[in-house]
């Protein structure tokens, strides 16, 4: 499993070493929910964010002044503590999720790190979840890191729900590499590539798409539409 402080394969190793050494590390209760969903999920625990990438995601959070956040796909909860932790106070995270099993993980770590009474977590898919919510509720910042074949009516069901300003952080934008492989043609490499596509040609938005983790391309919505 690669190193859950970074996570990347696209940065070389002695870069890498030297950036995490000179970055804020995971404290008790990252520790904590790290070793917990390797322990508890086994190989599944490679779909967790590298420690590099909570922390960017924690200080874009704050940096923005963000109140109103949203998640696509939580699975033992890391990301949600990191951007949770970013909201502060007063600050609200919505988590969109189908699994009992492993979201039951994340709540421990939330209840142990003092953000539970910022999150709200709902069960069932998250398209028909965001078809519910009022026609006006909007938020500052989202995340999805979640099925990839379904990433594009992800994007296109939370961009007219950002605020102008707002950002939208979408996880595995690279697939290990295979968007740049024309022989990789599983239906997740194929929707990764039609989602980025897609973002580039969008003129709502402005995007940089970094080789962090397994890519992470960060998306602010610039213009209604």
């Known amino acids: 499993m690669p190193n859950p402080q970074t996570r990347s394969r696209f940065v070389d190793p002695a870069i890498q070493e030297y950036a995490s050494a000179h970055s804020s590390g995971p404290d008790e209760h990252q520790l904590w929910l790290q070793a917990e969903t390797r322990e508890r999920?086994?190989?599944a625990a490679g779909m967790q964010i590298g420690t590099d990438q909570a922390v960017l995601m924690e200080l874009i959070v704050r940096a923005m002044g963000a109140r109103r956040a949203l998640e696509i796909g939580t699975f033992t909860g890391y990301s949600a503590l990191a951007v949770a932790r970013g909201l502060g106070p007063g600050g609200r995270l919505l988590c969109c999720d189908v699994s009992e099993e492993w979201t039951s993980i994340a709540r421990q770590a939330w209840e142990a790190a003092g953000v539970a009474d910022r999150i709200e977590l709902r069960l069932g898919p998250a398209l028909r979840t965001l078809e519910a919510l009022e026609g006006a509720e909007q938020f500052d910042f989202a995340f999805i890191d979640a099925d990839k074949e379904n990433?594009?009516?992800?994007?296109?069901?939370?961009?007219?729900?950002?605020?102008?300003?707002?950002?939208?952080?979408?996880?595995?934008?690279?697939?290990?590499?295979?968007?740049?492989?024309?022989?990789a043609t599983d239906p997740s490499v194929v929707a990764i590539r039609r989602t980025n596509d897609a973002i580039c040609q969008d003129r709502r938005v402005r995007v940089v798409l970094l080789p962090i983790g397994d890519g992470v391309s960060v998306v602010q919505k610039v213009a209604e539409g």
């Open 41 to 43: 999920t086994g190989r």
């Open 151 to 183: 990433y594009p009516a992800y994007y296109e069901a939370v961009v007219p729900r950002l605020r102008l300003g707002g950002l939208v952080l979408l996880d595995n934008v690279l697939q290990d590499g295979r968007v740049i492989d024309p022989s």
